[in-house]
């Protein structure tokens, strides 16, 4: 017979972008066009290195974009379940890293990292691990209370019941 999983938290994490696929091809497209129209115009008074520039600049800023769209493929599930804690993490690359931990110890906060975004720590045994990083101190709070608020249930729901013999 085997015990039924409980599920006390199932969330996943992704960056917000605004511009979709589409959008971001239709971006360069209009950008190109816009670009190719004002280096043309001053190719005609005679300033032709201004194509080669036009040219750079379209190259430099799909190159952002691209980066850009790519960090949107970033993963982070987090759940919780009668088993455990395990944080599964996708790089922009689609590289996979599970990470288990266990929730009877775990400390929970909400916290801004000098120099860097807020983010969720998860303490556990002295070993931190940071999610969220790409979310705002709104909801990486929000992240927190749900996390502490799942493991809390867990906790008594987990509780063990001492008997004497």
Known sequence: MTKDVEVYLDVKL???????????????????????FISFAFFLI??????????????????????NMNEARRLEHIRLTSQGLEIRR??????????????????VAAIKRRGKSSAVRLRSHGKDIFVGSFLGPKACK??????????????????LIWTSA
């Open 142 to 159: 929000k992240l927190a209370d749900d996390i502490q608020q799942a493991v809390d249930e867990y906790r008594v729901g987990g509780a």
């Open 90 to 107: 996708v790089s922009p690359k689609g590289e996979e890293k599970v990470t288990s931990i266990e929730p009877n110890w775990l400390q």
């Open 14 to 36: 992704r960056p917000h972008r605004s511009l979709s696929p589409r959008g971001f091809r239709n971006l360069l497209l209009f950008i190109a066009i816009i670009l190719f």
């Open 46 to 67: 005679g300033a032709w290195p201004i194509l080669g520039f036009a040219g750079l600049d379209f190259i430099l800023l799909y190159y952002a974009f691209k980066v």
